[in-house]
C-alpha cells in the first residue's frame, strides 16, 4: 500500500462515505482470465498488470476500440 493503491482506497472511502453506489461488476470488471467471456458485454474492463498481456486481449481490445474512435481533423483552419 505504501507503493500503490492507498490513493484508489481513499477514493473509494470517500465515495462509499458520500453515498454513491456500486457499479454492476458484470459491466465493470477487473478482468482475470476466467472473465473472458464476459468483455464483449462489458461497459469498463480494467485489465489488472499480471493479466494485460493474457493471449493479447488488452492489445486486441484497445486497437478495436482506438479504430472505432471518430477521427479528427488536426489541421488548423485558415
Not at 32 to 37: K, W
Not at 53 to 66: E, M
Request: charged share 20%; hydrophobic share 40%.
Amino acid at each position: 500500500m505504501s507503493e500503490w493503491g492507498g490513493e484508489q482506497c481513499t477514493v473509494i472511502y470517500l465515495l462509499g462515505a458520500a453515498g454513491a453506489f456500486r457499479l454492476a461488476p458484470d459491466k465493470y470488471l477487473n478482468f482475470e482470465p476466467n472473465l473472458e467471456d464476459k468483455i464483449d458485454s462489458a461497459h469498463v474492463v480494467h485489465f489488472l498488470g499480471f493479466c494485460r498481456f493474457y493471449k493479447n486481449l488488452y492489445t486486441k481490445y484497445a486497437s478495436q476500440l482506438v479504430r472505432a474512435l471518430p477521427s479528427t481533423n488536426t489541421t488548423a483552419a485558415v
